[in-house]
């Protein structure tokens, strides 16, 4: 048995010391404990203790309510008692062993009349199972709601019509738990072995109900993100082809926004799905979405996501501490080559000139598209950007569109500093692409 608690023994202990006692240098005592050297005698009637932390012995006087003429030896608390080279009197070790084997066992046997009356104190664990179950509060892992909630929707999916309202509201329900569920990555890779795609993501986008296609989008979008494991999963089931086919087909606005938001999730920085997806074809099918009659916010998520995944380029190949594979396998993606080939830096500044009057109406909107066009400038478009009138003709007139804003906000100090800001955003850029002699004003 480990003793955890500082032990304390009191014997009748003379020390006396051996043939390499050094009697010349005695042990002087105070009421502070002090080390004592090796080999160095010490008087009777001392508090003697070994301070495991260090290993080595101390001593000092007794207090006055236990001054005897008897000494004490103990060990700091919180270690093992151990022997540093003491010898205490052999009678009092067996003192010692008897009274250690006369400590309770572990187990201990309870007569039939004591047992009945634990047993009236406290339910059994079976007991405490069905008062849960009949209180609905049956306990239930993560994996075990998730095969249900999966059982549910095909039970749903199979005999009810989504567009009725208890059952629309039941499925929004069920999304939402799973939305919870499966941002976790454990989580998300359970569902997929539960065949969690194949039983509910395929389905619902291949339904006709909207609500269900944009359910399936973000439930894709949710599992793949920041989701390694779950990424391979759904690429390895087509996953990317079937969202670019999905996303070329829908011209509504809150599906168009959930796609991107799935596809995004898939393809960044996981460099293999870029190689793939983003050939020629698969870019041609989200540079339509730029054309489509659709919400403006939606198509500057195109924008907001070429730009992210130029970044994550940018960082695998020259962080400070790069990750040699991934460095590796990003630059086998020629992502850089692949979006000059398709003339994107040419779309994006048409894109930027014909929903200028949009922009105009959205600050924050405008922020996003110029801090994501900014950010991919210098190694990507810089060269496109900076010979074309219309894209420095666009950026002045967002910012002279702000004072106009600054100026109905003269009393929104928080609302002019943000203004501000994006002023100074757009005044960076303009000078990045045509220089400092070339900011102001020629409109």
Not at 107 to 123: G, I, T
Not at 130 to 155: C, H, M, P, T, W
């Amino acid at each position: 048995m480990q003793l955890k608690a500082a032990i304390f023994i009191l014997v009748g202990l003379t020390t006396a010391s051996n043939g390499n006692v050094n009697n010349s240098s005695r042990f002087v005592a105070t009421r502070e404990w002090q080390e004592i050297a090796e080999g160095q005698s010490i008087p009777e009637g001392l508090h003697v203790r070994i301070n495991l932390s260090t290993g080595k012995k101390e001593a000092k006087l007794l207090e006055k309510d236990t001054n005897n003429t008897q000494s004490s030896l103990s060990t700091v608390a919180g270690a093992d008692l151990l022997d540093h080279g003491t010898q205490l009197p052999t009678s009092n070790i067996d003192k010692l062993k008897e009274a250690l084997q006369n400590i309770p066992a572990d187990k201990f046997e309870l007569d039939e009349k004591e047992l009945k009356k634990v047993k009236a104190n406290y339910k059994t664990y079976d007991q405490i199972k069905q008062y849960l179950k009949e209180a609905n509060l049956d306990v239930k892992s993560d994996g075990d709601i998730l095969k249900k909630l999966i059982k549910r929707f095909e039970e749903l999916h199979k005999s009810k019509d989504p567009t009725e309202t208890k059952v629309r509201e039941e499925l929004d329900n069920l999304f939402e738990d799973l939305q919870y569920l499966v941002h976790q990555i454990d989580n998300a890779v359970e569902f997929i072995n539960y065949k969690g795609i194949e039983k509910i993501i395929w389905p619902c986008l291949n339904q006709t109900e909207s609500s269900l296609r944009i359910h399936g989008f973000k439930l894709f979008g949710t599992i793949a993100q920041n989701n390694p494991k779950a990424k391979i999963a759904l690429f390895e089931r087509n996953g990317g082809a079937i969202l670019l086919t999905k996303i070329s087909q829908t011209t509504k606005s809150d599906e168009l926004s959930a796609g991107l938001y799935a596809f995004g999730s898939l393809v960044r920085k996981f460099p293999h799905a870029l190689t793939e997806l983003l050939t020629p074809q698969g870019y041609s099918l989200l540079f339509d979405v730029l054309g489509k009659n659709v919400g403006l916010r939606v198509k500057v998520k195109i924008v907001r996501l070429i730009s992210d995944l130029v970044q994550d380029y940018e960082h695998a190949l020259s962080s400070k501490e790069p990750d040699p594979i991934m460095k590796e396998r990003y630059q086998s993606t020629n992502l850089k080559e692949s979006l000059l080939k398709v003339d994107y830096c040419r779309r994006a500044a048409e894109f930027f000139h014909q929903n200028k009057a949009g922009l105009l109406q959205d600050e924050s909107m405008s922020e996003e598209v110029i801090s994501a066009l900014r950010s991919i400038s210098p190694n990507l478009c810089h060269e496109v950007w900076s010979g074309c009138a219309l894209f420095r003709h666009t950026l002045l007139v967002l910012r002279n569109n702000l004072d106009t804003r600054l100026d109905e906000r003269s009393g929104d100090s928080g609302g002019a500093v943000y203004l501000r800001e994006i002023q100074h955003t757009i005044d960076q850029f303009v000078e990045e692409l045509y220089g400092r002699e070339r900011r102001k004003d020629e409109l």
